[in-house]
Nanobody
Framework: VQLQAFGGGLAQAGGSLRLSCAAS????????MGWFRQAPGKEREFVAA??????YYADSVKGRFTISRDNAKSTVYLQMNSLKPEDTAVYYC?????????????????WGQGTQVTVSS
């Protein structure tokens, strides 16, 4: 499984960005998909996930970010609204072949290369 994330960039506080992650593999619909982020000097942290068990969000992004997927395009999205400077990080998408889409880094089998999101105040 190969994952390619794109859509990052520079936004002002209060603005929006949409990240996309395109996946290879013919069984994308069975994958749980997650978004994580890592800021400089910090550990990688959970942002959002979608799978057979539902959708999940970190408390820090709940109500501002929305994860969705298009199985026909083998793509998962992260719509980010009301961005804050503390959202600045490299964002990674990940695939959970078990399908659940969980909040733990260790639950994921494949990772994309990351895309930088920078939010200015």
């Amino acid at each position: 499984v190969q994952l390619q994330a794109f859509g990052g960039g520079l936004a002002q506080a209060g603005g929006s960005l949409r990240l996309s992650c395109a996946a290879s593999g013919r069984t994308f619909r069975n994958y749980g998909m997650g978004w994580f982020r890592q800021a400089p000097g910090k550990e990688r942290e959970f942002v959002a996930a979608i799978g057979w068990s539902g959708t999940y969000y970190a408390d820090s992004v709940k109500g501002r970010f929305t994860i969705s997927r298009d199985n026909a395009k083998s793509t998962v999205y992260l719509q980010m609204n009301s961005l804050k400077p503390e959202d600045t990080a490299v964002y990674y998408c990940a695939a959970d072949l078990g399908g659940a889409g969980r909040v733990y880094v260790t639950s994921y089998d494949y990772w994309g290369q990351g895309t930088q999101v920078t939010v200015s105040s």
